[in-house]
């Protein structure tokens, strides 16, 4: 049987995280020849994941350039994938999720009718700007994919309510919590991956830690002066600690430096590489995120998470009970993070271990799907 030539495509830290496991089970499958097309539509982010993966990408198009336009990052992942396919002629192009290099990747295998693979398949908010511009860059991916990965039946009950043939829609789990179990396995091995969240583990002992992330481009202004404004609400108690690693986008950094200035219970740190990140969420006790990832991270390690957005594609941690919708309204985030700092019976009720998203064994599921395409 001829070997399966399998291009995945992929750009940012997420993509990167999400995509790892799957390109080491399709590694380790018969028939099955992979290779990786990074664009570094963030560089410095996704070259951390893939130091920790130990992952070389085969092809990078360094696309990287600061404060690009949508319309033209889009422009430049169009032309700058068309030519790694030509040269490239693989059997399938696999995208992940809902970023421009997902979308750009996606239609540029369509234009040379090659087949598309989509992990994580089907998220929908329902509302075009929220997230903006995710929703319609997976809406996009959609109709073109030949392999719909669906997280969760959820997930897969959009693909069909968007009359996409369900024998190609496979419910496989989310990919983020296989890289969450191997990354906490690997931590266990090689205690020194996160160790270098000691020093801040000490300094906040005895004090109820919430870990914030924030980079929603729909939240950028308003939202995002609010989102600051809690956070120094919150960390002007005596008893909190909030541990903010920072994304690098000037957009958020503006803001919490005129809001948050040199606050002593507040540390805004780089970026944390994933084992860092992993460890950051053990540490703490509750976590308030923008974030698509972190919200389906959180859940499985039994850390409630308040989401800071309207709406949500990741319906499965609210109902599970362990995430909770709060908006950008600054008296909303304050009220019920309090509520969880005070209330023990609030915060018991969230803090319960859920897997909604997976169990941990999806990129194995992907690549038999992959394979068995092969072979038909
Ligand atoms: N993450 C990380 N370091 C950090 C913050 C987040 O490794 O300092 C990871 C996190 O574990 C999650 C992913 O990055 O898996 C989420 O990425 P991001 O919030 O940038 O994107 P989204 O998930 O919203 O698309």
């Known amino acids: 049987m001829a070997t399966q030539r399998v291009l995945v495509i992929f750009g940012t830290r997420p993509e990167a995280i999400k995509l790892f496991p799957v390109v080491r089970a399709l590694q380790a499958t018969a028939d099955i020849a992979v290779r990786t097309c990074v664009t570094a539509q963030h560089r410095g982010l996704l070259d951390q994941v893939l130091g920790i993966a130990q992952l070389r990408p085969d092809i990078d198009l360094d696309l990287m350039e600061p404060g690009q336009s949508l319309d033209r990052l889009t422009a430049r992942l169009l032309t700058g994938l068309g030519e790694v396919l030509d040269a490239e002629r693989p059997d399938l192009v696999m995208v992940q999720g809902d970023t421009a290099t997902a979308m750009a990747g996606a239609l540029a295998a369509y234009y040379r009718r090659i087949p598309v693979a989509h992990v994580e398949a089907g998220l929908r908010s329902g509302d075009i700007y929220h997230p903006w511009p995710e929703e319609v860059n997976r809406r996009i991916v959609a109709p073109i994919a030949r392999d719909h990965f669906a997280p969760t039946e959820t997930a897969a009950a959009a693909l069909r309510r968007e009359n ?127 974030s698509g990832g972190v919200q389906e991270e959180a859940p499985a390690l039994g850390k409630p998470v308040l989401v800071m957005r309207e709406t949500t594609e990741r319906p499965e941690g609210v109902e599970a009970g362990t995430a909770r919708l709060v908006g950008t309204d600054e008296e909303r985030i304050v009220s019920e993070i309090f509520t969880l700092l005070d209330d023990k019976a609030a915060y018991a009720a969230m803090a319960r271990a859920h897997n909604p998203f997976g169990d941990g064994h999806a990129s194995a599921r992907i690549a038999g799907v992959v394979a068995n395409a092969g072979r038909s």
């Open 164 to 290: 996409i043939d369900p024998a190609t829609i496979h419910v496989t789990g989310n990919t983020v919590i296989d890289a969450l179990h191997w990354t906490r396995e690997r931590i266990k091995d090689e205690p020194g991956l996160a160790a270098g969240l000691g020093p801040l583990a000490e300094r906040f002992t005895g004090k109820q830690i919430v870990l914030v992330t924030t980079h929603r481009r729909e939240n950028f202004g308003g939202g995002m002066a609010a989102i600051a404004r809690s956070i120094r609400r919150i960390a002007d108690r005596d008893d909190v600690a909030v541990l903010f690693p920072m994304h690098p986008n000037p957009a958020v950094a503006a803001v919490m430096d005129e809001v948050l200035n040199d606050h002593p219970h507040v540390a805004r740190i780089e970026p944390l590489d994933y084992p860092h990140f992993i460890a950051a969420l053990d540490l703490s006790d509750l976590v308030l995120t923008d």
